[in-house]
């Protein structure tokens, strides 16, 4: 999972400012009534992640949290699990910020039950797909998700990133999801959700979905526990094929 940051479906889908986006959107899974939860950034990344918002209504650091997460629970069950964060300066770390890093686009940062080994830097990413974890989530860089760059910044990093991994993922079982964390503060906070890879079934979804959703539908894959929110939350499965 990409997560990108601060911007409303309209702003994305069909922009020519995102060719790269609108190619996964056209040829995957687009949801046309994807919602994020909250406002500002942190409480979206800690419900997709966890299944709650734990009361965070801004953007605080540092976040310390012990309970259990999509992290813990794969691990649990025997899986893996990794964040990959661009620009955070090395594997483990738990500062607040540094240079194009933000720990608050970082869920599994502020879990204490995690090891520093799962937080990792984007250079850290495999080059072997292969080898990827089970699941995994991605953070750009402030500069590279939107937040303080261009859309087409951010789309031309994907593209570079991540279109081979889309081709791979296609013929491996494997799936890309990218999703933002917010919108712009218009209302609704409708956001874009995409799902590209195996087994997909392109098209436009209509379902209201929010983070919860994503979330519980990663979950009902790898046979979790629901967390949080995500209890009542129907996990995804139309697109699917």
Same mark, same amino acid.
């Given at each position: 999972?990409?997560?990108?940051?601060?911007?409303?479906?309209?702003?994305?889908?069909?922009?020519?400012?995102?060719?790269?986006?609108?190619?996964?959107?056209?040829?995957?899974a687009l949801f046309t009534n994807s919602h994020a939860?909250?406002?500002?950034?942190?409480?979206?990344?800690?419900?997709?992640?966890?299944?709650?918002?734990?009361?965070?209504?801004?953007?605080?650091?540092?976040?310390?949290?012990?309970?259990?997460?999509?992290? /813990?629970?794969?691990? %649990?069950?025997? $899986?893996?699990? &990794?964040?990959?964060?661009? !620009?955070? *300066?090395?594997?483990?770390?738990?500062?607040?910020? /540094?240079?194009?890093? %933000?720990?608050? $686009?970082?869920? &599994?940062?502020?879990?204490? !039950?995690? *090891?520093?080994?799962?937080?990792?830097?984007?250079?850290?990413?495999?080059?072997?797909?292969?080898?990827?974890?089970?699941?995994?989530?991605?953070?750009?860089?402030?500069?590279?998700?939107?937040?303080?760059?261009?859309?087409?910044?951010?789309?031309?990093?994907?593209?570079?990133?991540?279109s081979s991994y889309v081709t791979w993922a296609a013929?491996?079982?494997?799936?890309?999801?990218?999703?933002?964390?917010?919108?712009?503060?218009?209302?609704?906070?409708?956001?874009?959700?995409?799902?590209?890879?195996?087994?997909?079934?392109?098209?436009?979804?209509?379902?209201?979905?929010?983070?919860?959703?994503?979330?519980?539908?990663?979950?009902?894959?790898?046979?979790?526990?629901?967390?949080?929110?995500?209890?009542?939350?129907?996990?995804?499965?139309?697109?699917?094929?």
């Amino acid at each position: 999972m990409v997560i990108e940051e601060n911007h409303s479906y309209p702003q994305i889908i069909g922009s020519s400012s995102a060719p790269y986006i609108n190619s996964l959107a056209s040829r995957g899974a687009l949801f046309t009534n994807s919602h994020a939860v909250g406002h500002p950034s942190e409480p979206n990344y800690m419900a997709l992640f966890a299944g709650s918002t734990f009361g965070i209504a801004g953007d605080p650091c540092p976040v310390t949290e012990s309970g259990a997460s999509l992290a /813990s629970e794969l691990i %649990a069950a025997g $899986h893996t699990y &990794a964040s990959y964060s661009e !620009s955070m *300066p090395s594997q483990g770390y738990t500062g607040c910020s /540094s240079g194009e890093y %933000a720990r608050k $686009h970082n869920p &599994a940062a502020n879990f204490t !039950s995690l *090891p520093p080994a799962l937080n990792k830097t984007f250079a850290q990413f495999p080059a072997d797909y292969a080898s990827l974890p089970t699941v995994c989530f991605v953070d750009p860089s402030l500069l590279d998700d939107m937040h303080d760059g261009t859309i087409s910044q951010a789309d031309t990093w994907l593209k570079t990133h991540f279109s081979s991994y889309v081709t791979w993922a296609a013929a491996n079982n494997s799936l890309l999801i990218v999703t933002w964390d917010e919108n712009d503060g218009s209302a609704g906070n409708q956001i874009a959700t995409i799902f590209a890879g195996a087994h997909i079934k392109s098209g436009h979804y209509g379902e209201n979905i929010s983070h919860y959703n994503v979330l519980r539908t990663l979950e009902q894959a790898y046979g979790l526990k629901a967390l949080g929110a995500g209890a009542t939350a129907a996990p995804i499965t139309d697109v699917f094929g």
